[in-house]
């Protein structure tokens, strides 16, 4: 595990340790949250280098290409199998987190994803249908302890909130872009 995850994990025991007696708490462990509300309230910083916004800007000509860290993994396509969330549909969680919470709900753990995978390359292209626009790719060699697929199991989500995610990739992509271009 890297930094990153133990430091959320630090985290979610830390949580733990203080929520005692009749506390209550959430835990809600996001995958990739992209896409953006109709209008535009909720989405991503444009100005953050995940990787969809990434794509946009070189979809919108502001970088000449998308750099992509490894080619050779185990995958359809050899790039990483990521999970991307709609915004919205993490945003919803919460709501039902709230209801759950106000009708008596133990403290919980969830996994927050689309329970899809969808490589690297499934991304690109998705924004190159919604965008109109080739994206050029460059490779680059693996960034040391990427891990190769990462899914969200959402199966206590559905159970405990009655959560299901209710936007595809394409929607992501299409929402993010809407909010990337204004």
């Given at each position: 595990m890297g930094i990153y995850g133990e430091t959320k994990l630090t985290g979610e025991q830390s949580l733990r340790q203080v929520c005692t007696g009749d506390t209550r708490f959430g835990i809600f462990r996001f995958f990739n949250v992209a896409g953006a509300s109709p209008d535009g309230n909720l989405h991503q910083n444009p100005a953050s280098r995940a990787i969809l916004q990434r794509l946009f800007s070189v979809a919108k000509g502001y970088d000449p290409e998308i750099i992509i860290s490894g080619h050779n993994y185990g995958t359809k396509d050899g790039t990483v199998v990521r999970d991307y969330v709609h915004v919205e549909d993490v945003a919803h969680a919460f709501i039902l987190a709230l209801h759950y919470f106000r009708k008596g709900g133990n403290?919980?753990?969830?996994?927050?994803?689309?329970?899809?995978?969808?490589?690297?390359?499934?991304?690109?292209?998705t924004v190159e249908l919604v965008t109109h626009k080739s994206i050029p790719i460059r490779y680059d060699s693996r960034i040391p302890g990427d891990i190769e697929y990462s899914l969200a199991d959402i199966s206590k989500a559905k159970k405990n909130l009655d959560w299901q995610p209710n936007h595809s990739l394409l929607q992501i992509v299409r929402d993010g872009w809407h909010a990337y271009q204004r």
């Open positions: 403290s919980f753990t969830l996994n927050l994803g689309s329970g899809t995978p969808h490589t690297i390359l499934d991304l690109l292209h």
